[in-house]
């Protein structure tokens, strides 16, 4: 995390995290190529592995294109594609272990939108102060939740002492 600075009237990232699949996730992908040797075995061994190593990169090419950022920047916090303005943001709180597990399941509020990845096992449950939004929270999976929770509180204790707030577009 590197702290935001100001350059050209505008605020930089304060926060950026992408959510990128996991080592151990790529080497259980992997397990296409012998998958896929086996299929190609009576026609060629060699094109099976090869087919299969491709099919192994691509698969692990598309985890990482699709593999959403979370943002603090700007005045808005971004996961993903979404974005919410940090005045509407309110107490943002970090679980990891059985909590977050718990977070995920039996808590979990059917109108909360939802940023999870299977292969971070800790979110952030980011509550909304928007009265005309009728999602309760954010829950996003979070590599580092500790961090992103103190990026959010900074960015919102600075956006409050901004004298002249500029449109976050």
């Known amino acids: 995390m590197f702290q935001g600075y100001t350059w050209c009237n505008r605020r930089v990232a304060t926060y950026r995290e992408k959510l990128s699949p996991s080592a151990w ?43 959403p950022a979370l943002r603090v920047e700007n005045g808005l916090f971004r996961a993903g594609r979404a974005r919410i303005e940090l005045s509407f ?15 995920r399941g039996v808590e979990l509020d059917a109108r909360a939108w939802l940023a999870l990845r299977p292969w971070v096992d800790a979110v952030v449950r980011v509550e909304l102060t928007d009265p005309s939004d009728p ?11 500790d961090a ?7 960015a919102q204790r600075s956006s409050a002492n901004t004298p002249d707030k500029q449109s976050p577009i």
Not at 90 to 103: D, K
Not at 135 to 145: A, H, M, R
């Open 135 to 145: 999602t309760p929270y954010w829950l996003v999976s979070s590599k580092k939740p």
């Open 25 to 67: 996730l790529m080497v259980a992908i992997g397990l296409v190529i012998p998958a896929t040797a086996l299929i190609f075995l009576p026609v060629n061994l060699l094109l099976g592995i090869i087919v299969g190593v491709g099919l192994w990169a691509g698969s692990v090419g598309l985890l990482w294109w699709a593999a």
């Open 148 to 154: 992103l929770v103190a990026a959010l509180e900074a």
């Open 89 to 103: 943001v309110g107490e943002a709180s970090a679980f990891t272990g059985e909590e977050a597990r718990a977070q």
